[in-house]
C-alpha cells in the first residue's frame, strides 16, 4: 500500500513517466550549412589539376613581373644593356637562354618581358569590360532602338578579325604600349558587350527585377544592383579567356612592329626580330615563343576549369 500511495502525486493521479530531455536545441538539425556559389566553385576548380597548374603558373608571372618591375637589379643581367662582342651566344651557364643581335641576356628579357605581356592582357581586359558590360547591360535592359544601333554596331566590329582591326586601330593611333592597350582593349568590347545583353535578356523579367521597379529603383540601379551580379560569373570566364586573347594580340602587333618599341623588352617584338636568325640562332625565337605560348595556354586552361567550375552540371562532389 505504501508503495502504491508512493506513486501517486499529490493530486491523486499517476504520474506520466518523464521522456529524457534530446540534447542539444530540438529546433536544430546537423546538417551542413549549403555552399555559397564561389565555395562551390573553388571546390570545384581545386579538383581540375589542369587550372590548378595554370593558376601556380600565373601567379609566378605575376611575382616575377612585381619583382622585376621593383627590384631590378635582382636580375644577372641589364636586360638593356648591349655588349657586341657577346652577340649571338649560344645557351649556357653564363646565359641561359643565350644572348641576341646585340649581346644582350635573353632570359633577363624574357623576364623583363612579362611585366609588358602581363600589363597589356589585364588593362586591355579591363577598358573591354567596363565599355563593354556596360554597353551590353543598356542593350539588353533598354531594348528596342537602343538595343538594335548598338549591337549593329558590335557586330560590325565582330566581322572583323580582331588582329586586323587591332592594326588598323594602331595604324590610326600609332605605336607604342599605351596606342596597343587601347586597340586591344577596343577591338575586345563586342564580345564582352554580347555575353552581357544576352544574359540580361534571360534574366530582366525575373520577379526580382519587377519588385526592384515597384519599389522605385531607377534604371542604373536595377542594372547593377541586381541584375549584373547574376551575369557575373559568365563576365569572369570571358575575362579569364580575354587574358589570353589580348596576350597573343600583344604579341602579334610587336612581332609586326607595331605594339610596343624597341628597346623594350616585349616577347612578340623579341620573336620578330630573332625571325631573321631563325637557322643560325633558333634560341631568338625558341624562348620568346615558349613563354607567349605557355602564358596563352595558362589563361586558357585557369578560364576552362572556370567555366567547368561554375557549370552547375560539372559541380558534383
Known amino acids: 500500500m505504501a508503495a502504491a500511495e508512493a506513486v ?3 493530486n491523486g493521479q ?3 513517466p518523464e521522456m529524457p530531455e534530446p540534447e542539444g536545441n530540438p529546433t536544430s538539425f546537423d546538417q551542413e550549412k549549403p555552399e555559397s556559389l564561389w565555395e562551390s566553385m573553388w571546390y570545384s576548380l581545386k579538383s581540375s589539376k589542369p587550372a590548378m597548374i595554370s593558376l601556380v603558373y600565373i601567379g609566378i608571372l605575376v611575382v616575377i ?7 631590378p637589379s635582382i636580375l644577372p643581367y641589364d636586360p638593356y644593356a648591349q655588349d657586341l662582342s657577346q652577340s649571338l651566344q649560344a645557351p ?3 646565359h641561359w637562354f643565350g644572348t641576341d643581335e646585340q649581346g644582350r641576356d635573353i632570359f633577363c628579357r624574357v623576364l623583363v618581358g612579362t611585366q609588358i605581356s602581363l600589363t597589356v592582357g589585364l588593362l586591355a581586359v579591363g577598358i573591354a569590360l567596363v565599355i563593354g558590360v556596360t554597353l551590353g547591360a543598356i542593350a539588353g535592359y533598354k531594348g528596342g532602338a537602343v538595343d538594335t544601333v548598338i549591337m549593329r554596331i558590335m557586330d560590325v566590329m565582330l566581322a572583323i578579325p ?3 582591326l587591332a592594326i588598323a586601330f594602331m595604324a590610326a593611333f600609332g605605336k607604342g604600349i599605351e ?3 587601347i586597340a586591344i582593349g577596343l577591338v575586345s568590347i563586342p564580345e564582352y558587350a554580347r555575353i552581357v545583353r544576352s544574359q540580361i535578356l534571360s534574366v530582366k523579367q525575373n520577379d526580382y527585377t519587377a519588385a526592384a521597379r515597384v519599389i522605385g529603383d531607377s534604371d542604373s540601379a536595377i542594372i547593377f544592383r541586381h541584375v549584373l551580379p547574376n ?3 559568365s563576365i569572369i570566364v570571358r575575362a579569364t579567356l580575354g587574358i589570353s586573347g589580348a596576350i597573343l594580340d600583344c604579341a602579334a602587333l610587336g612581332f609586326l612592329g607595331l605594339g610596343v618599341q624597341p628597346p623594350a623588352a616585349e616577347w612578340g617584338d623579341m620573336l620578330g626580330r630573332g625571325r631573321n636568325y631563325v637557322f643560325s640562332a633558333p634560341w631568338l625565337m625558341i624562348y620568346p615563343g615558349a613563354a607567349i605560348t605557355l602564358a596563352v595556354l595558362a589563361f586558357n586552361l585557369l578560364g576552362d576549369g572556370i567555366r ?3 557549370d552547375p552540371k560539372s559541380r558534383t562532389r
Do not use: C
Not at 65 to 71: Q, R
Open 14 to 16: 499517476t504520474p506520466e
Open 162 to 164: 580582331s588582329t586586323l
Open 65 to 71: 613581373a612585381i619583382v622585376t618591375s621593383l627590384f
Open 8 to 10: 501517486l502525486n499529490e
Open 179 to 181: 596606342k596597343a592597350v
Open 308 to 310: 567547368d567550375a561554375l
Open 92 to 94: 649556357s651557364a653564363a
Open 231 to 233: 551575369v557575373l560569373p
